[in-house]
């Protein structure tokens, strides 16, 4: 059974940083799709970054230049690393595995989700 779990959430103050983990389990990430979401209560949840193996990163516009993604394939792990962080990036952050194709940032297009991790970002 495909599991994904996040971790590396917190409360951190505007400008910081936080990394995040996305380590999976029965679920072999190289050349594969990855995804990280984020969503906060009331809002629909959006495609912040995904990678797949070769191809260039895409990152949404709104933390392009302090978000990278990245991926240890021999531990099976997807990472955001959040720079600058601002308050409107707070919110509960999801990585998302077995792409179905499409827009990447689509989340209607993943088959696998974690629980998420919980980012606080104070002013």
């Known amino acids: 059974q495909v599991q994904l779990v996040e971790s590396g959430g917190g409360s951190v103050q505007a400008g910081g940083s936080l990394r995040l983990s996305c380590q999976t389990s029965?679920?072999?990430?190289?050349?594969?799709?990855i995804g990280w979401f984020r969503q906060v209560p009331g809002k629909e949840r959006e495609g912040v970054a995904c990678?797949?193996?070769?191809?260039?990163?895409y990152y949404a516009d709104s933390v392009e230049g302090r978000f990278t993604i990245s991926q240890d394939n021999a531990q099976n792990t997807v990472y955001l690393q959040m720079n600058s962080l601002k308050p409107e990036d707070a919110a509960l952050y999801f990585c998302?595995?077995?792409?179905?194709?499409?827009?990447?940032?689509?989340?209607?297009?993943?088959?696998?989700w974690g629980q998420g991790t919980q980012v606080t970002v104070s002013s």
């Open positions: 998302a595995a077995g792409f179905r194709g499409g827009t990447c940032t689509d989340r209607g297009n993943y088959k696998h």
């Open positions: 029965a679920y072999t990430i190289s050349g594969r799709t």
């Open positions: 990678y797949a193996g070769s191809f260039s990163p």
